[in-house]
């Protein structure tokens, strides 16, 4: 197995985007990078280009002159990111067909480790983020399975900004609820049903949606 070694900066954006999606990192609050820098134990440098990264990724925003602040949420934003997910996804289904794609190993293997996730620890939001990773990979590889690099990247873009939006909403109890969901879109793509594999993706993702906004 190999080890991967993070750089600094990576290491700063990988902790501050668990703590914005989390909620530890409350919308709206504003980031001192000396307290920050000091907490975290690495100089500005790789803070900033850190703060940099996640405000490409929309999960903070910097103001000029003053400082950098949280991404406040928005049920606007959310909507404006469903509805980009929707295009991605629906029409990464549309590529597959036209591939003739048979190959869906990555997407079998997205499902049982879903199946063997599980949350040992529901009052953990990091066992929470972790488990909505698992499910988000899924979908990332659905993406991935078109080779379209360009789509490849827009998808990834919003990524985090959707999931601190699923972790707000999140319930365990909607956990065999998520797993079902997936397998019937899996189910419906092996069997070649590409127009029911958007609709159960749909079901999918507008149900993200309507259960925070509802």
Do not use: W
């Not at 850190?50 to 959310?78: G, M, W």
């Not at 591939?99 to 079998?108: G, I, P, T, Y």
């Amino acid at each position: 197995m190999k080890i991967q070694i993070l750089s600094a900066t990576q290491t700063v954006v990988n902790h501050l985007r668990d703590q914005i999606i989390a909620g530890d990192l409350a919308p709206g609050q504003r980031l001192n990078e000396t307290l920050l820098a000091s907490a975290l134990g690495v100089s500005r440098p790789p803070l900033r280009e850190a703060l940099r990264i996640l405000e490409a990724e929309r999960l903070v925003v910097s103001v000029p002159r003053k400082s950098t602040y949280v991404t406040e949420a928005s049920q606007k934003d959310f909507e404006e990111i469903s509805q980009a997910r929707v295009m991605i996804e629906c029409y990464s289904i549309d590529l597959l067909q036209k591939k003739e794609a048979k190959d869906f190993s990555s997407l079998d293997a997205a499902v049982s480790e879903a199946s063997m996730a599980g949350i040992k620890s529901p009052d953990d939001p990091m066992e929470i983020l972790r488990y909505l990773r698992v499910f988000a990979d899924f979908h990332i590889k659905l993406v991935v399975l078109t080779g379209n690099s360009r789509l490849i990247h827009f998808h990834q873009s919003i990524l985090n900004s959707l999931c601190q939006y699923q972790f707000a909403y999140f319930s365990k109890r909607s956990s065999q609820m998520l797993l079902d969901e997936h397998r019937r879109i899996l189910d419906h793509l092996k069997a070649g049903d590409y127009e029911q594999t958007k609709q159960a993706l749909l079901t999918n993702i507008c149900y993200s949606f309507e259960s925070l906004t509802r």
